[in-house]
């Protein structure tokens, strides 16, 4: 499980593409400066980073994400953010409960975890034979490892199907 806050949508793409198996809409902000401050102080509580090694080893385990809501909701309740405007002049930053509490779910398409959790790194001049067994987030899942599709941007890439 991980903190992070992102814009209104019924299945955040960020939740897609950083591999998150279930979601909750926990609060509104009026704006990116106010979601990082308070995700920085949700932190203190939930980590804000995925270790992607654990994210691509198996299935998660399920997490009563409405009860972490409502208790990272009385964490917040008990403090008051602030957005410097000007050197002398404070303003409080505002924040709502999220009116939805509906859990999201979000399968990938995965035959099997890689046996290693290895990183695969592609190159200009390098091949990769192996099974593609899946897809989480932004991983390509395969027997001996996973590629971030993410840190490859700029190189091209041809995936073929070979017959069994």
């Known amino acids: 499980m991980k903190v992070g806050i992102t814009k209104e949508n019924p299945v955040s793409n960020r939740w897609v593409d950083q591999g998150a198996s279930f979601g909750i ?7 990116r400066y106010a979601a990082g401050v308070i995700e920085s102080y949700l932190s203190q509580f939930m980590p804000d980073k995925t270790s992607w090694q654990k994210m691509i080893q198996s299935e998660p385990e399920f997490i009563d994400l409405l009860r972490e809501k409502n208790k990272f909701l009385a964490h917040l309740q008990k403090q008051t953010f602030y957005l410097n405007t000007t050197e002398t002049k404070k303003s409080e930053l505002i924040f709502q409960p999220a009116p939805d509490s509906t859990l999201t779910e979000i399968r990938y398409p995965i035959q099997a975890y890689p046996k290693k959790i290895k990183s695969l790194k592609l190159s200009p001049d390098s091949m990769i034979f192996d099974r593609l067994t899946g897809i989480k987030g932004q991983y390509l899942l395969f027997e001996s490892g996973a590629i971030n599709i993410r840190s490859q941007s700029g190189l091209q890439f041809s995936l073929e199907v070979l017959d069994e």
């Open 25 to 31: 809409p926990v609060l509104t902000v009026d704006s």
